[in-house]
């Protein structure tokens, strides 16, 4: 029994030694070739570069003897000139070279070959001196003689004995590079032929191992397949159920939002009857005023007119107060006050009375109704939208109202109604006109159209449509599902549109449908009865 568990340890055992040891022949190796690399980085960096360096301290040289040997052959100071230009580029040269070999440049070769660069130099600018003193003959004597030829082959030769030493130095570098790759590429087969048949025994053993593997795994699998069949049938069940508890929430969902809306509109109706009743009492009073003012301030110009026409500019006191207080401006602006003040009570007056009928939201009986004054109400408490603003161009509304008879319902749900669509015309429309701006796209003039008309003896349509973007048709099958908007977050709820459909199909047994697509504008289209069957 306890042999089994000692041949168990031996795949592992294989393994692990096979790893080590593949581990004990590539380290010295990498460590090899990284020695290798770095030898040749250096040739690279160092060697090629200094035999570069010293052809091109050669040539310098070369030119600089032609271009002062020209100028006392010539005697024209631009070969002077070039010697001067190429005079630190030489000592840059030489500067580099000394840097990068320094022992080269301190022995007793260098120094000859210094010297006889110093005498050479001194030799050149002699000959400058002589050349711009016009004599030529004297400086061409000086550059072509015995001692000059003399210092220049001492310093040909240092400088050629230099290179032959560094390309020396280049090739011993070279040669012993190819022995390290030699012996990196021997050590690389040894290792290779090591560890072939210790990686052939791995593998051998792996394969018995993932062949003992698929046996199990077919075991295991048979019995997940048993388990998973058991899973599928109880969650078959609970998604059953869940599908009935999804049901149940959102019913409760949609009841709990429209409650909550409701009591909001109810409670939004009652504001705004209160503040329209507190406002009329006040109204009332400076509108039923402004009548008795206008005929009591015609009665006092009246008989102003008659005091000027008795000719009362005698006193002094009185014609000084006429010109102080400008009596012909108060005169002709009066008129013009009274008017302006009973046109703005009588604007505060309409307004009341579109506040009280909109606020009819909290009536819980339908009523006939006038459909159009709903939706005026509802356009003048959107007015301050629909006006021009900043760089935002007026919504026009175009009214083409037909004759359309008294209809039963209730009048707050369909206010609603007609300020959700017209709130959601108008976003739409500032928000086209926001991205034309921004692609510099030119469009037409924003408008929304409203039309009714007697659809036959039962029931009614108004359809309210605009000239916006549209919406694509992904967006109208989910149009009226709770919670569902485009707008940004924080600008929109998702319950606007779908209230709006339960007050028209739930209470009022109607139907609403939308037109639209990209580009060509939304158009809402809604039909009511005229009387509720019971």
């Known amino acids: 029994m306890q042999l089994p568990n000692k041949l168990r340890l031996v795949p592992s055992q294989i393994v692990t030694l096979t790893v080590l040891l593949t581990l004990l022949l590539f380290i010295p190796q990498i460590l090899l070739n990284w020695q290798v690399y770095d030898n040749f980085n250096s040739i690279t960096k160092y060697e090629f570069k200094l035999q570069r360096l010293s052809d091109e301290i050669t040539y310098l040289d070369e030119v600089l003897t032609m271009s002062a040997r020209m100028n006392a052959a010539t005697g024209k100071l631009i070969w002077e000139e070039r010697y001067r230009q190429f005079e630190p580029k030489l000592d840059i040269a030489i500067k580099e070279s000394i840097k990068l070999a320094p022992k080269v440049y301190e022995n007793e070769d260098a120094k000859k070959i210094d010297a006889a660069n110093q005498r050479l130099v001194a030799m050149e600018y002699q000959s400058f001196e002589l050349v711009k003193k016009n004599q030529k003959e004297t400086a061409q004597l000086l550059l072509f003689n015995h001692e000059y030829e003399n210092q220049k082959q001492i310093y040909a030769d240092g400088v050629a004995k230099r290179k032959r030493n560094i390309s020396l130095q280049l090739q011993q570098k070279i040669n012993d590079y190819y022995k390290r790759i030699f012996w990196a590429i021997l050590e690389s087969i040894i290792s290779l032929l090591m560890l072939i048949p210790a990686w052939l025994l791995v593998l051998r053993l792996l394969q018995q191992y993932l062949k003992a593997k698929k046996i199990a795994q077919a ?61 009329n009492n006040p109204v009332n009073f400076i509108y039923g005023n402004v009548i008795h003012i206008k005929e009591y301030s015609q009665h006092l110009l009246t008989l102003i007119n008659l005091y000027q026409q008795e000719n009362f500019n005698h006193n002094p006191e009185i014609t000084s107060l006429i010109n102080k207080i400008d009596l012909e401006f108060i005169i002709d602006d009066m008129p013009k006050v009274l008017s302006s003040m009973a046109v703005g009570t009588e604007r505060i007056r309409e307004i009341v009375l579109t506040l009280r009928n909109f606020s009819r939201l909290d009536e819980a009986e339908m009523k006939p109704v006038d459909i159009h004054e709903g939706i005026d109400s509802s356009l003048l408490i959107l007015q301050y939208r629909l006006k021009e603003k900043h760089k935002q161009q007026e919504i026009a509304i175009i009214k083409d109202y037909g004759d359309l008879p008294l209809v039963e319902c209730y009048a707050g749900g369909l206010n609603q109604v007609f300020m959700n669509i017209l709130t959601n015309a108008i976003d739409a429309l500032y928000e086209w006109e926001t991205e034309c701006l921004k692609g510099k796209v030119k469009k037409d003039l924003s408008s929304i159209i409203i039309h009714t008309q007697v659809k036959n003896k039962e029931c009614v349509i108004i359809s309210i449509k605009d000239n916006g973007p549209g919406m694509t048709e992904e967006v109208k099958t989910r ?26 199909v739930d209470k009022h047994n109607g139907k609403i449908k939308c037109i639209s ?18």
């Not at 485009?486 to 929109?492: A, L």
């Open 219 to 279: 075991a295991l699998e048979e019995t997940n397949y048993r388990l998973e069949m058991q899973v599928t049938e109880r969650t078959a069940k609970l998604k059953h159920k869940n599908i009935e508890l999804q049901h149940t929430l959102q019913d409760l969902q949609n009841a709990q939002v429209q409650l909550i809306q409701t009591e909001k509109m109810s409670s939004l109706g009652q504001l705004v009857a209160g503040v329209a009743h507190e406002i």
């Open 479 to 504: 149009l009226f599902d709770p919670f569902f908007t485009t707008k940004p977050v924080g600008k929109g709820t998702g319950l606007g549109l779908s209230i709006s459909y339960q007050i028209i």
């Open 517 to 534: 697509s990209p580009v060509k504008g939304t158009e809402f289209v809604i039909e009511i009865p005229i009387k509720q069957v019971q």
